[in-house]
Each structure stands twice: as C-alpha cells, then as structure tokens.
C-alpha cells in the first residue's frame, strides 16, 4: 500500500471545523490503497478538543510549536489583563459584523503593524514550521513516503509541505480549504511589506505543488485566473461533503414541542442575524407565532454587534426565545442539527468561492435550510436541494416570507421533501476521497 504523509495543524481531536477534512480523507483513503501517516501538533494548541474517539486507525505524530512574538505578546497581554477578560463563548460581543475595521486600523501604531505583520506571516502558527520540517524529515525517511499532501489555512502547513519538498523531492499535493492571499483581509496588522511576502509565498507553493487541490469550483477558477501558469493542468476542486457513517443512530427526537431554528458554529464578522430578526419579530407582532412556538438556538462562538443586535432585540422583545450555547462534541452537534427544525445558514457576501462546511451536513438531516447567503458557490449547490431555500441576507421581508412558509410546513407535519437524497452520494466523503485517491494514483 503507498504512503501519504498528512500535514495539518487541525486534525483530531481539535474541534475546529479545518480538522475535519483530513481527518475524513486519512478514514477513507484505506480504501483506495493509501496509507496515511499524520503530522500535526499536541492536542495543548486546541482551543477546543473533542473527547469521542477518533474513526480512523492511522499513525499521527504530534509535535511541539515554538513561541513568536504574537504567543508572547498575547500571553502577557491576558496575564495582565485577566481581571477584564471577557467570555465570548455566550455573550453578544463588540464586533462589527460588517468587518470595518479603519477606525481600528487608524488607532494601531505603525511599529505594531510591522511586528505583528511579519510574526503573522503567513499565519499565527509559523513557529511550527521548525518542528514540522524536522519530524516531517524522520517520518519521510522511517516511513517511506510516496506523496506528500498539506492543508490550509493554516498556511504554515504548506510552508512545511514545501521545505518537505525541495529537501526530497518527493511528490507533494497542496490542500487549499480558504483563500490564502486572494482573500480579503483585515489590514489592522498587515503591512505592504508582509502582504508582498505572503503573496511570494503563495506562489512558491503553487508553483511547485503537482496538485492543487480546492473545496469549490469556483474558488479552482480563481486559481487559476489568478495564477494561470502555475496552475496549469494541476487545479481539481474536492468539495467538503459529509460522512454518513456519522449520522448511524442518529435519530431526531420529538420532546421539544417549540420549533427550534438553529444557527452551528462561530458567528463572526459577516455572519448576522440582524435580518432575521427583524423577520421573526414581525411575525410575533402579527401573532403568527407566539415566543411559547419558537426557539433560536446559537450553538457555538458568538461574536455579532451589540449595538444593532441589542437594538433589534430589544425592540421585538425576542430574549425570552434566544438560546446562545457553547460548542459542543461532534456526536452531540450532529444530535443538535438532526434535532432541529429549521437550519440557519449564513455568510458573509465577501466568500463568494467558499460554501462553509456544515452545508453538507445540514442537507443530510433532511431538514429545512434558511439559507442567507450571497455567495455564488453556496447557491449552486443548494439550488439542487427542495430543503433548502436562499435568500439575500438583507431581504428580510422575503425572509419573513420563507419563514411562514417552513413554519407553516413544519405545523402541518409536511415532511414530504426530507427524504430528497439528490446527489447525496457525490457529495459524500467516502466518494470524494476516492476523486482525491485517483489523483494520487496519477503521481505514481
């Protein structure tokens, strides 16, 4: 059986969302006659770990991260300030969801930007890189590896992935999961200098990965737009997909007697409910639902306005039927969004090649989607889907409108479209991992 060795600094038992893609990838490629071999670090640099039991049975070395200047920085910085500190995991914070951040930018000395700009070149986890190289060497040489693959963000894996390669020569496939360089960023601790690097940077790794690997089709178009000629013939776009072996003996249950629209995952800048509020607090003026009828439940980090959301909630009187919960284990989230009623679906319009990951798994549960995206990638594949509905996220008076509809749908017991499974096959990891086994087989 040939060898991959798996470079990611997400994987198992981290709970971030990045994780799961490798981890997926690493359960399936057994099957397709690849052995892979993991290289990522101690479980300490999570900030959330998941305590069920990893699905694979693969080899995972986990390795040290040296400090930067942002570890230090930031470690001083909590120490000192610990007596402020605020918990975000259940609490509306103070930023802003339309992602404006020059008045910020306005306030950060020049000699902090430049600092904070190289020590976050590409990213906050290059102090990996060191330890990554080394132990990536040994793993090669004790393993034997064939092909080497690497995911980001974050971008300091394909930094490792690339040194890996010019040492051995080896084969090596690069795992774009977001934008790097192409993606809009925030510029609070950018500089034109570290913008320029990271660009450089980019390019080196395109230019000498032998696949090239994205989550959309549309995101591969940018690529390649972007980089025509270090792109070429090597671009293949592997969506995220889900895994149905997670939903065995999942199975919704019926004790809440309210319906429950919820919202899983981090809610950040371009993530905001605003409009959806506004939708749920004219239907509770009209009396066409009542707070005794609804729940909505925000399962994860939450980060959105105080001002514009205190506001809307204030004025609808919409606390009483808001739920906000921290992050919960994998088995419980897919209990969670099995359990639900109406999936919320948001993201931000500046994603426009990117559809987020639990999009997949929301459409396996068979249950209604809201959809309030702008993103060209997302609608393409919901389009296929009668479970899903999307709409502009600042429409809220279609918003309203679709809401009567799911509401009016799920009153009635009206479940004749949750057993649609349209394309479920090819958008499943265990299929997906075999587009990705084939390319690899294309190196040997």
Known sequence: MNKILIISYHYHPDLAVGAMRAVKFAKYLPENGWEPVILTVKSKYHSQIDISKSSDNCKVYRTLKLPVFDDIYLKLKSILLSDKSNNKNNSYSNSDPSGNSEELLKRTPLWKRMIFSFSNTPDNKIGWIL?????????????????????????????????????????????????????????????????????????????????ILTTTNEFKLLLEANYPTETKNKCCAIINGFDMDDFVGVKKS??????????????????????????????????????????????????????????????????????????????????????????????????????????????????????LVDSKATNNILKDYETATSIPSDDNKKIQKVMKEMISKIRIKDNSINQNTINFDKISKRYQTKILANKLNSLL
Not at 311 to 327: G, T, W
Request: hydrophobic share 40%; proline share 5%.
């Open 254 to 371: 019926t004790t809440c007697s309210k319906i429950v629209i919820l919202y899983a995952g981090t809610m950040y800048a371009g993530r905001d409910p605003f409009n959806l509020f506004i939708a749920i607090g004219k239907l509770l003026e009209e009396n066409y639902i009542s707070n005794d009828d609804i729940m909505i439940k925000f399962l994860g980090n939450v980060e959105i306005s105080t001002k514009r959301i205190k506001a809307v909630i204030e004025q609808y009187k919409l606390e009483p039927i808001i739920n906000i919960l921290p992050s919960v284990p994998r088995d419980k989230y897919l209990q969670e969004i099995t359990n639900a009623d109406i999936l919320l679906l948001m993201q931000s319009s500046q994603n426009q090649t990117q559809i987020p990951a639990k999009t997949f798994e929301y459409l396996a549960t068979g249950n209604q989607i809201l959809a």
């Open 131 to 211: 330890p990554g190289v080394f132990k990536g060497l040994r793993i090669i040489k004790q393993e034997n590896i064939d092909v080497i693959y690497s995911s980001g963000p974050p971008w300091t894996c394909h930094i490792i992935g690339l040194l890996l390669k010019l040492f051995t020569n080896i084969k090596w496939v690069t795992d774009f999961r977001d934008p790097w360089t192409l993606a809009e960023k925030d510029e609070q601790f950018e500089t034109f200098a570290s913008r320029k690097l990271g660009k450089m940077l980019e390019k080196k790794v395109i230019r000498n990965s032998q696949i």
